[in-house]
Nanobody
Framework: QVQLVESGGGLVQAGASLRLSCVASVRTFSNYAMAWFRQAPGKEREFVAN????????NSADSVKGRFTISRDNARNTVYLQMNSLKPEDTAVYYC????????????????WGQGTQVTVSS
């Protein structure tokens, strides 16, 4: 069982930065690929970025490429999402997700989810 707790969301102006954190309660964090998804009001939950177990491979959605960076610290059981140059369209609830071993971009392939953290970007 993996428990995930996100933090770091908030209300910011367009162009600002935020760093989201997700702490995992699990014996061997490095067994899990991690990802961030987001869900805006009235929309489906969408992929943002993922990272493999060692942190050596990442993928991100085209909409955030060059602005968002995913990273992890296996010693701290934590995955991060650094978000720069935020836009109003980035407004959403951001969810951390974990999957055993292989990273994917498919929402339904992640078994473990956090409760989400709200990010609101004003224009």
């Amino acid at each position: 069982q993996v428990q995930l707790v996100e933090s770091g969301g908030g209300l910011v102006q367009a162009g600002a930065s935020l760093r989201l954190s997700c702490v995992a309660s699990v014996r061997t964090f490095s067994n899990y690929a991690m990802a961030w998804f987001r869900q805006a009001p009235g929309k489906e939950r969408e992929f943002v970025a993922n990272i493999n177990w060692s942190g050596t491979s990442t993928n991100s959605a085209d909409s955030v490429k060059g602005r968002f960076t995913i990273s992890r610290d296996n010693a701290r059981n934590t995955v991060y999402l650094q978000m720069n140059s935020l836009k109003p369209e980035d407004t959403a609830v951001y969810y951390c997700a974990a999957r055993f071993l292989r990273a994917t971009m498919t929402r339904d392939e992640y078994a473990y989810w956090g409760q989400g953290t709200q990010v609101t970007v004003s224009s």
